[in-house]
C-alpha cells in the first residue's frame, strides 16, 4: 500500500501559538510569489508535518503498516475565491506532498472560509485523491483525532487517552488508522444511510397499492425536519435547495447528535469519475422531482413503486461506489 498522507487545514491552537495564520495580508508582506516560492523552505514556519508511529501510547506495537504522515496548517482563505493568495499557497502545499506513489486525503475547515467550490479546485487542480469539508465539532475526525479547540484530541482520564505526542510530532498509528478507514468510505457510508432511513420512514407506511403525487411525498417527509434536510443536501448542490437557514438547521442536528449530515463535498469528489457522476446525478434528478417543492412533476404513482424507484437509484451509485474503491 502507498503512503498516506492527511493534510488537515484548521484552526490547531498548539500551531498557532508559534506559527502565523495564513493570510492575505500576512503573504503580501512576506512577498508570496507562487511561482517563485519554496514551500519546502517553510516547513515548521507555515506548516509541519507528524509522522504515524505505530507504537500505542501504552507502549505495545501492532503490526507493520504503510508509513502515513499529518500535516498541519492554518489557513484563513476567501471563500469561493480560488485565485487568492491563500489559495496558491494550499495549492503548492498539496502539490508538494502529493506524487504517484502516495494518497493525499486533504480536510479544509468551513469556518476559514472553504466550501465545496474549494473542493472542487483541490480535486482537480491539486489532483488530491479525496477533500473533505469538516467543522462544527460534528463531523467524525472530531473525538477521534482533534478536539473541539484546536488540539489533537485527548480524554482526560481515566483512562488517559492521547493520540499524538506533540513534543516528538508524532501521531498514534491506531488513530490515525481509525480515520483513515472511516474517510476512505465516508461517502458510501453517508449515502447508504440516507437511503436506509429515507426508504424505512416511508415503507413505514405500508402503502400497497396507494397512488402518490409528489406534492404528497413532499408534505409526508416535512413531518422529519432532519430527513427532508438530509434528502435536499443530496441533491447536487447546483438546484440551490436549501436556504442558508436551513444549512444552519442541518448543522445544529449534526452538532446534537456528533454526526456530519451534509453532502456539500460529497458530490463534487464523486464527479471526478465519469460513471459515479452519472448514477449520483440520476438519483439527483429523481429525488429532486418528487421532493423538491420547486418541482413541477405530478403524475401519481403507487407509492410502492415510488419507493422502488428510488432504491434502485441509490442502489446503482452504491454499487458504482464500491467498484470505484
Known sequence: MSERVMLIVWKWLSFRD???LITPEYLQNKGFDSAAW???QTENQLFDTFSVVEERPDGSRPSISPTARVVRTCINNKIGDTQNACFFFLEQLIEHFKNDNNQVFVFLHRSNGFSNHEVQAVLQVCKADKCFLFGGSRDYIY???LDDDGNFYSQSGPPLQLVANENEKQVYQIYFERVWAYYQHEFYTKIFELKQD???YFYARFPGD???????LQRYLKQSKLLHLRVHSFMNDTSHCLESEE??????YGRENHKSYEFDDCFVNLAQKNKLEKEYETISKLLSNLFHEKSDFQKARPLRDWLRQIENGFANLLGALKQAS
Open 143 to 145: 473525538r477521534n483525532l
Open 198 to 200: 429515507l426508504l424505512s
Open 247 to 252: 444549512k444552519q438547521q442541518l448543522s445544529q
Open 38 to 40: 519554496n514551500i519546502a
Open 18 to 20: 508559534k506559527h502565523p
Open 210 to 216: 396507494e397512488s402518490w403525487t409528489n406534492q404528497e
